[in-house]
């Protein structure tokens, strides 16, 4: 029989499998995306559905999420979103069309919100001491950043071998035996006190209105930017944002407190997490797209080329990144980070039809690598610094929303301006190839600018200095 604290430790390992089961289906279809596109007769715009349904829901039920497991015990809905994540990982790969796979994706998102919001509740109420906490939140973290980054590679090793509905279908054992695994290890649910309110009404409107936005973008280039269709669902999108607004700013128990925002660096890091995510999945999907579809890499070799970023990432988020706060502060490493990565996608614009890996894609990958393995943990460390420790928990939340949101309405309006750019070339004759070797540089000129104007929003406004409380947890987990 395990002690109680061998227990605890096993629980947290346990717990940091499903989160990064759910961490990896983020990145890991982004070198499967051709081999989708292939097989379900994906257009290059809509193929961003696939991304984006997943990152919508996700972002879009994270409080939501969280707020579940307060009210109604974290044990229980973690193991609900297990299930949930893992049928719909089914349904993935078994997917026979488009709107199938698009539907299923976006339940599996949903399932992987609540699994991770709910995550980080347990481990709180696993480590109650000090010490031990930083210790678990520093391994949380790490499976974070490295699973994140370990996507691409996995991605392309399952995706040569087995085809692309296994990147779906790996998901199902690795369920099952955390479920039965959490089943054992985590305690009994204690019954929340006082009343249980739902802000139900603020989830869906801030929904249904980033996927109307996204939608908007995404087919604006088929159904023209002037169009009714754009502007209407524009407009109902603008007004059900203003709704969620609204909502939030008059329900007693908001699921994005306004007055965070009041706090100038957490509404900082939020701008800064939209602006880089918008260019960090410019490059995870467009730089996959450029390498198969330009360069000719089967899905094995596109995995193997993030293999810098992701080392370089691991040995960033393992500790050197919190030392690196620690000695310059949270200022620095963000804004120096944010403008290496957008150096390495500057890199990648000059991307030619002819490239090879050493010359036309290494470099970038080392800059992004660096640039991101910088910025990550102090971005977040950011939008915790200047709210009081008990609210930590609930401004980590809400900076992850803003990242997954801008990923997904970034990624739309970049891949709606490079599919625009390609048609525009071949209706004057440019050859196919070149057209939309074109477009991708123009997509990662985009993703340059919103990810350096990320770094000028941190140089100019994140105040340097961590709160004691935030300093202690650094000083610990490192």
Same mark, same amino acid.
């Given at each position: 029989m395990l002690?109680?604290?061998?227990k605890?430790w096993?629980?947290l #390992?346990?717990l940091c499998?499903?989160?990064?089961?759910?961490v990896l289906?983020t990145?890991v279809?982004?070198v499967?995306l051709?081999s989708?596109q292939?097989d379900l007769?994906?257009?290059?715009t809509?193929?961003?559905w696939?991304?984006?349904?997943y990152?919508?829901?996700?972002g879009g039920?994270?409080l939501?999420g969280?707020?579940?497991g307060?009210?109604?015990g974290p044990r229980?809905?973690f193991?609900?979103?297990l299930?949930?994540?893992t049928?719909?990982?089914?349904?993935c790969?078994?997917?026979?069309?488009?709107?199938?796979?698009? /539907?299923?994706?976006?339940?599996q998102g949903l399932?992987?919100?609540v /699994?991770t919001?709910?995550?980080?509740?347990?481990?709180?109420n696993?480590?109650?001491?000090?010490a031990?906490?930083?210790?678990a939140m520093?391994i #949380?973290?790490?499976v974070?950043?490295?699973?994140?980054?370990i996507?691409?590679?996995?991605?392309?090793v399952?995706?040569?071998w087995?085809?692309? &509905?296994?990147?779906f279908l790996?998901n199902?054992?690795i369920?099952i035996g955390?479920?039965f695994?959490c089943g054992?290890?985590?305690?009994?649910d204690?019954?929340?006190?006082?009343p249980?309110?739902l802000?139900?009404?603020g989830?869906?409107?801030?929904?249904?209105?980033?996927?109307?936005?996204?939608y908007?973008?995404v087919?604006?280039?088929?159904a023209?930017?002037g169009?009714?269709?754009?502007?209407?669902?524009?407009?109902v999108a603008?007004?059900l944002?203003?709704?969620f607004?609204a909502i939030?700013s008059?329900?007693a128990d908001p699921l994005? &407190?306004?007055r965070?925002?009041?706090l100038?660096n957490?509404?900082?890091?939020?701008i800064v997490?939209?602006?880089w995510?918008a260019?960090?999945?410019?490059?995870?999907?467009?730089s996959?797209?450029?390498?198969?579809h330009v360069?000719? #890499?089967?899905?094995l070799?596109?995995?193997?080329?993030?293999l810098p970023?992701?080392?370089i990432?691991a040995v960033f988020s393992a500790?050197?990144?919190?030392?690196? /706060?620690?000695r310059f502060?949270?200022?620095a490493?963000?804004?120096i980070g944010?403008a290496?990565?957008a150096?390495?996608?500057a890199l990648f614009a000059?991307?030619?039809?002819?490239?090879?890996?050493?010359?036309d894609?290494l470099?970038? !990958?080392?800059?992004?690598?660096?640039?991101?393995?910088?910025?990550?943990n102090?971005?977040l460390?950011?939008? !915790?610094n200047?709210?009081a420790p008990?609210?930590?928990g609930?401004a980590?939340g809400?900076?992850?929303?803003?990242?997954? !949101?801008g990923g997904?309405?970034?990624l739309?309006?970049?891949?709606?301006?490079?599919d625009?750019r390609?048609a525009a070339?071949?209706?004057?004759?440019t050859?196919?190839?070149?057209a939309?070797?074109?477009? #991708?540089q123009?997509?990662?000129?985009l993703?340059?600018?919103?990810?350096?104007?990320g770094?000028l929003?941190s140089a100019v406004?994140?105040?340097?200095?961590l709160?004691p409380?935030v300093?202690?947890e650094?000083?610990?987990?490192?």
């Open positions: 002690a109680l604290k061998d605890r096993l629980a #390992y346990v499998t499903g989160v990064l089961m759910i289906d990145t279809v982004t499967a051709p989708i292939a007769g994906f257009s290059g809509n193929l961003v696939v991304l984006n349904a990152m919508l829901t996700f039920f994270l939501l969280g707020r579940l307060d009210l109604y229980r809905w193991l609900l979103g299930v949930l994540f049928v719909a990982s089914i349904a790969g078994l997917a026979q069309s488009q709107l199938a796979l698009v /539907v299923w994706r976006a339940v399932g992987g919100a /699994v919001a709910v995550a980080l509740s347990l481990i709180m696993l480590f109650s001491e000090p031990e906490r930083a210790q520093g #949380y973290g790490f974070c950043a490295a699973g994140g980054s996507g691409e590679v996995l991605g392309g399952l995706t040569n087995l085809g692309w &509905p296994s990147i790996i199902v054992p369920g955390v479920y695994a054992k290890l985590l305690p009994r204690v019954p929340a006190q006082g249980r309110r802000d139900v009404a989830a869906l409107t801030v929904t249904l209105g980033l996927m109307l936005a996204v908007a973008v087919d604006g280039n088929a023209g930017w169009s009714f269709q754009t502007i209407s669902l524009g407009a603008a007004m944002l203003a709704a607004l939030e008059r329900v994005m &407190p306004l965070l925002f009041r100038r957490v509404c900082v890091a939020n997490g939209v602006l995510a260019g960090m999945f410019a490059w995870f999907v467009i996959a797209l450029y390498m198969q360069l000719g #890499y089967d899905p070799r596109v995995g193997l080329a993030f970023a992701d080392v990432m500790g050197l990144s919190a030392r690196m /706060v620690m502060g949270i200022r490493p963000t804004w944010l290496i990565a150096a390495g996608l000059r991307a030619p039809i002819g490239g090879t890996f050493v010359v894609v470099p970038g !990958m080392v800059l992004l690598g660096l640039g991101a393995g910088m910025a990550f102090p971005v460390l950011a939008a !915790m200047d709210v008990h609210e930590s609930l980590s809400v900076v992850n929303t803003a990242f997954m !949101m997904a309405l970034g739309a309006a970049i891949a709606s301006a490079a625009a390609s070339l071949r209706s004057h004759g050859e196919a190839l070149v939309q070797n074109e477009g #991708y123009l997509a990662f000129v993703g340059t600018v919103v990810t350096a104007l770094a929003v406004w994140l105040r340097p200095k709160q409380a300093q202690r650094v000083v610990e987990a490192s």
